[in-house]
């Protein structure tokens, strides 16, 4: 990270959860966390936990696990969808996320499991066999990352204990409920707000319109528990698997943090909390 690094986080030296940050799913669109870290580093503050749901799981653990926001542009500017899933259609879904798997996993470096991270991390996901919301904080990170990620029909359910697991945006989108009784002050971060969108031309379009659709109906109640949210709209301009403007949207989550805290009063001053 950019901020000078610690072997714990400062919520385990103070004995207080102060700052949580909650981070949606939006595919390609989740790069835009990254961008809000950074502003979030630059006025002063630091997540003591965070909680993530697919595009944002990945963002949460690999920030947890000291990739600074500005390494997300390098890693993810070398790679594309292509390159981080198999063609590969089978029972469950189209495309096989093991690629992803192992550029997830050589990325996290020394970290395996949750529970080792120096800043806990929550994962929010879908329990497609009993039909609810869950989330992990212990366990392999890999393996309940691609579960957050694994949207249905696209990419197969992730078995975990003999419970197939799929996307937490199928069921609740924005992990803000996960972590609301943990934290004084919550910042959350959409980066699937839903604007008008042109006619579907393919059927990945078809399938992320209709989950987008889904998070939009989902993502309310919890948006309405964060303290400060952000949510940067020009976003939706860009594909939710296209990786070829992640600068664009990296700096769009950027200014609107900025912008947000800023508007705050929170710009180089302590949270309100008491």
Not at 24 to 48: F, T
Not at 242 to 249: A, E, M, S
Not at 252 to 268: E, F, M, P
């Amino acid at each position: 990270m950019d901020m000078e690094k610690e072997t714990k986080s400062s919520a385990a030296e103070s004995g207080r959860i102060r700052l949580g940050i909650a981070m949606s799913g939006g595919g390609a669109r989740g790069v835009a966390h990254a961008g809000a870290l950074a502003a979030i580093e630059e006025a002063g503050h630091k997540p003591d936990i965070i909680a993530g749901v697919s595009a944002g799981s990945i963002v949460a653990a690999l920030y947890a696990a000291w990739i600074g926001p500005k390494q997300f542009l390098d890693i993810f500017s070398k790679k594309s969808f292509k390159k981080l899933v198999d063609f590969r259609p089978h029972s469950g879904g189209l495309f096989s996320m093991q690629p992803f798997k192992k550029f997830l996993e050589s990325n996290l470096g020394e970290y395996k499991n949750l529970e080792d991270l120096p800043i806990p991390v929550y994962i929010g996901v879908t329990n497609f066999t009993d039909g609810i919301s869950e989330e992990f904080h212990t366990g392999p990170i890999a393996e309940r990352v691609l579960a957050s990620c694994s949207i249905p029909i696209t990419f197969p359910p992730v078995i975990i204990n003999d419970k197939e697991y799929v996307d937490g945006g199928v069921l609740r989108n924005h992990p803000a409920w996960i972590i609301r009784d943990k934290c004084d002050y919550l910042i959350g971060v959409n980066v699937s707000p839903l604007t008008q969108k042109k006619r579907a031309d393919s059927f990945l379009s078809v399938a992320m319109r209709t989950y987008n659709l889904w998070a939009k109906a989902n993502q309310r109640d919890d948006m309405a528990l964060c303290d400060l949210n952000i949510a940067p709209l020009e976003i939706t301009h860009y594909g939710p698997f296209d990786l070829r403007y992640i600068n664009n949207v990296y700096m769009s989550g950027y200014v609107h943090t900025r912008k947000a805290l800023r508007d705050a009063g929170l710009w180089q001053n302590p949270l309100p909390i008491k």
